[in-house]
């Protein structure tokens, strides 16, 4: 079982809202930076938006202004408020966390990320 857990994907229509959440799916996660990527098909996961536990966030160009992170760290839990949803945002969003403090050159890399999600599927209808 991954060590993430995504939920509140599914179908809207362009300019709509979606609340997606994240949780560990058991103990032993640490959330020192929690993150959110997605990946359409046929191209590479990509960054979307990162917040640290003292609250610093990083956002992605392409969704900033429209899209909101924020955890609760009693709960080791990760929002994203999606609004204004566009088809170029379909895509599956993953959940992602890492141990270690990341600086701002390494917070959108992947491969910094040690825990995963399985993903949730986005899909914006035009």
């Known amino acids: ?7 509140g994907g599914g179908l809207v229509q362009i300019g709509d809202s979606l609340l997606l ?6 103990g032993g996660v640490s959330t020192n930076t929690m993150a ?3 990946q359409a098909p046929g191209k590479e996961r990509e960054f979307v938006t990162a ?3 003292g609250g610093m966030k990083h956002y992605a160009d392409s969704v900033k202004g429209r899209f ?5 760290n009693g709960k080791n839990a990760l ?3 999606m609004s204004s949803l566009k088809p170029g945002d379909t895509a599956t969003y993953y959940c992602a966390a890492s141990s270690g403090y990341l ?6 890399l992947p491969a910094n ?4 999600g399985q993903g949730t599927q986005v899909t914006v209808s035009s």
């Open 103 to 108: 600086i701002a050159s390494t917070i959108r």
């Open 79 to 81: 929002y994203l408020r």
């Open 51 to 53: 917040i640290r536990s």
């Open 36 to 38: 959110w990527f997605r």
């Open 68 to 72: 909101i992170i924020s955890r609760d």
């Open 113 to 116: 990320y040690g825990s995963w």
């Open 1 to 7: 079982q991954a060590p993430l857990v995504e939920s």
């Open 21 to 26: 959440t994240c949780a560990p799916s058991g």
